[in-house]
């Protein structure tokens, strides 16, 4: 019941080639390290923008003992594109 062993997993590695193919294995691993990479650089980016960022302001609620006749909601329903 313990993990596999090496050869084990070089009969997986094995099989998988011989499912996939070398270039369809090769275009997913580019396709994984762009994503990877596409990903790093994002988040470079938004910490950049919050740190730079002014922090939102506070929007004041209404105490619990307020009015609910003088409180506001709104209804919204939402709509799928066609």
Known sequence: MGSFSVWHWLIV????VL???T????NM???LGGAVKGFKDGM???SANDANATPPQQ???VPPA???ANSTTIDV???NKS
């Open 66 to 68: 307020a009015d609910k």
């Open 29 to 31: 691993g580019g396709d």
């Open 23 to 26: 270039k369809k294995l090769k």
């Open 77 to 79: 329903e939402a709509r």
């Open 13 to 16: 590695l094995l099989i998988v």
């Open 44 to 46: 470079r980016d938004g």
């Open 59 to 61: 929007v004041g609620s």
């Open 19 to 21: 499912v996939f193919g």
